[in-house]
């Protein structure tokens, strides 16, 4: 009874260890999701009035750009799949990485070749394991990313959006990411950065009873476009990835806090299971005393006689 007690001891400490680790990860990522999604709402009205600034220069003349044409033939595309630097985050990475399969399906069926680009160590992994070719990489950031880092990411793409497809280009730029809708809600999503669907942005617009504005262009519309196209992409990519960093602290929040009540109800059932085991130690321990005793009475009674 003894060692069996001592090992409930031992494993209630162990236990007790991973609570205090757990706790402390959780109140870190719910300290960091405050941060998280101030920069998530400061980079919101840049990106939407710049993709209107954009939809406005595409529907106010006839430019033929990257940026707003539609391929008559699309062949190829390029898919940037943000995932995380670090695990613990639940099925973060992997839902991410879930949306992405689906969208290369998904592409595949259209008869297109798909690029892979991926932002977060876990995507790298998953693709490493599988052997499969991933044009450009990035880690190292995904938890507190910078615009310089956006930049670095967009610079590959739009390099591979405005070659011609003969020459290793692109006609399509898709970006899949985690969405952060709430503290307790956060969904993988895949959107199409370019071409930039007009239609879209217009009917979105409508909806919102938002007028788009009216636009002179000095010297020509392709060298406004021509300047946009970087801004435009660079932006879109920023935005995604602050959201996929507070994604990555909600879902880390949420996960730690599960860790933490797991722990505290594995304690419990710990604690239990030792009490019982030291009553059963004091039971017997007392049941060989009587026994003892009871013996030495029998010996003594015999010996007087």
Known sequence: MGAQLRVYKRRIQAVTATKKITKAMEMIAASRIVKAQRKVAASMPYATELTRAVTAVATGSNAKHPLTTEAEAPTRAAVL??????GLAGGYSSNAIKAAERLRERLAGEGKEVDTYIVGRKGVAYYGFRERKVEELWTGFTDNPAYSDAKSIAAPLIAAIQKETAEGGVDELHIVFTEFVSMMTQNAVDDRMLPLSLDEVAEESTRKGEILPLFEFEPSAEDVLDALLPRY?????????????????????????????????????????????????????????????????????????
């Open 233 to 305: 992409v660079e932006s879109r990519i920023y935005n995604a990835l602050l959201q996929a960093a507070a994604s990555e602290h909600a879902a880390r929040r949420r996960a730690m806090k599960s860790a933490t009540d797991n722990a505290g109800d594995l304690i419990k059932s710990l604690s239990r299971l030792a009490n019982a085991a030291r009553q059963a130690e004091i039971t017997q321990e007392i049941s060989e005393i009587v026994g003892g005793a009871s013996a030495l009475a029998d010996a003594t009674a015999g010996s007087d006689k």
């Open 81 to 86: 799949l943000v995932t995380s630097d670090r």
